[in-house]
């Protein structure tokens, strides 16, 4: 889930905030994904399950490392 600073999010829930998101990757179980830039001017989806665990894995490396690194 992508989501202003301040909206509530359930308990059992996982933040993580980042403030230089350049495209935002939403990865459902790695089958299918949303996909948006920040301010929302181009978004799609797919169910391509190749395309979504391959999104999967560049969201999962890009929380990982900072931003400096990957430049």
Known sequence: MVAEPSA????????????????????????????????LSICGFTDNSFLAAHLDNFFQMSLERPMDMMR
């Open 8 to 39: 509530r999010v359930p308990d059992a829930t996982e933040v993580i905030r980042k403030k230089d998101l350049l495209a935002t990757d939403v990865v459902m179980d790695s089958e299918v994904a949303l996909m948006a830039t920040p301010d």
